[in-house]
Structures are given as C-alpha cells and as structure tokens.
C-alpha cells in the first residue's frame, strides 16, 4: 500500500531530477511520485506528470498537494537529496511524534509581532515557517488550507495559515544531517536582490490581516 505521495517540483535544475527520483524510489516506505514541472516536458520516470508551460512556481504544489490520496504528502525542492534509504520511515515517525496535526521539516524560521517579521532561523524544534528543502504533512492539512496566493512568497502563506500564526510545525535536525545539498545552477528567489525584504512584507500583511501588529 503506497504511503506517501511525493510532489515535486522542477525548474532549471532538471539535472539533478533523476537523483532526487532514484533516492525516493529506495526508500522503504511506498511512495508515489507525482512531478510539476515547470517550463519542461521530461518525465524523469515519475509516476504522474504535470507539464506546466511556464514557470509556476511553488505555487503548483500547493494546488495538487490537496489531490493527493495517500496518507502523507511530502514536498522536496530540486536541490537537496536524501542520503539514506530509511530517510522517509524515519521523518515520517518523527511526524506522529513531535507535529502529527501540522508540517515536518528539516530548516524553518520563526516569526516576531514586530520587525523583522520574517525573523530567525530554526535548526532544531518549533518553527511557525517551514522551508521547501523537504516538509511531511498529512494530506488532511493540505485540504483544509487555502491555497496560496502569492507568486514567490506563497510558501509563507501556506505555513501561517496551516500553524493559524503559531511555532506549530516541526524542524528536525537529525533528518537535516541526513540531507544533502545538490547544485542550485544559479536558480532560486534568494538571488532576487529584494527576496528578503518580500518576505519580511508577506509576514507583516498576513500579521495585519489577522489583527497581530
């Protein structure tokens, strides 16, 4: 019985895809792998293929996450790998564990009331936005949660509203000892000159929104 659906997402980084897949293929939990790929056509022997034209960004699997019939949904972004085949059986323990309502992950931030927003990293415990390198989360969450609106920003959103504002979600850093980091090709929003300050904005209007600053 397949376990997890893994949503990935590809973009300008197609040559590390096939490792990405191979690495989730040996994991000792079933998993299916569903790919968005973003301005590309390959299928990189995933087992469903959403082509999108252009570049949609992260957005997409936010989308298709709540389609998703298995248990647990994981997303994983194209520049990290995880190094061993018990990897998923292990994150998926430390879920019922530590965060079983909310987001597994392996790096987060923590956010302030007042600036910076957007404000410090979160290596090991509670963290109320969890970064995209990989996240675990039942697939309940994602059909409860509104789907995001913002175009680089969205992965905010999606945490804010999922922890309702609070450290609810969970960084582990063993699982994060236990990844690796493959080559970023240049491509990613934090090597837009202002990508931080667009968060520390994204934060403060969500805090807005729901009366907190």
């Not at 895809?17 to 939990?29: E, F, G, K, L, S």
């Not at 709540?66 to 061993?84: A, I, K, N, P, S």
Request: proline fraction near 4%.
């Amino acid at each position: 019985m397949t376990t997890v659906t893994a949503v990935l997402l590809s973009w300008e980084r197609r040559a590390n895809m096939p490792r990405i897949i191979d690495a989730i293929r040996n994991q000792t939990v079933s998993t299916e792998i569903w790919l968005i790929n973003n301005g590309g056509f390959d299928h990189f022997d995933a087992d469903r293929l959403i082509a999108i034209p252009w570049n949609a960004g992260e957005w997409a699997r936010y989308v298709f996450a709540g389609r998703v019939e298995t248990e647990y949904v994981m997303f994983q972004d194209d520049d990290f790998l995880m190094t061993d085949d018990g990897f998923l059986a292990d994150a998926i323990a430390a879920h019922t564990r530590h965060c079983p309502d909310h987001i597994l992950c392996v790096s987060g931030r923590v956010i302030g009331h007042e600036p910076p927003f957007y404000n410090r990293d979160v290596f090991n415990g509670f963290c109320h936005v969890p970064k995209g390198h990989f996240q675990l989360f039942r697939t309940g969450l994602a059909r409860r949660a509104r789907i995001p609106n913002h175009p680089s920003a969205s992965d905010i959103q999606w945490a804010l509203d999922t922890g309702n504002g609070e450290a609810r979600h969970w960084v582990d850093a063993t699982l994060r000892s236990r990844m690796t980091e493959l080559e970023r090709y240049g491509v990613g929003y934090e090597f837009r000159p202002d990508h931080y300050q667009e968060r520390e904005r994204v934060v403060e209007q969500w805090l807005q929104e729901r009366v907190y600053v």
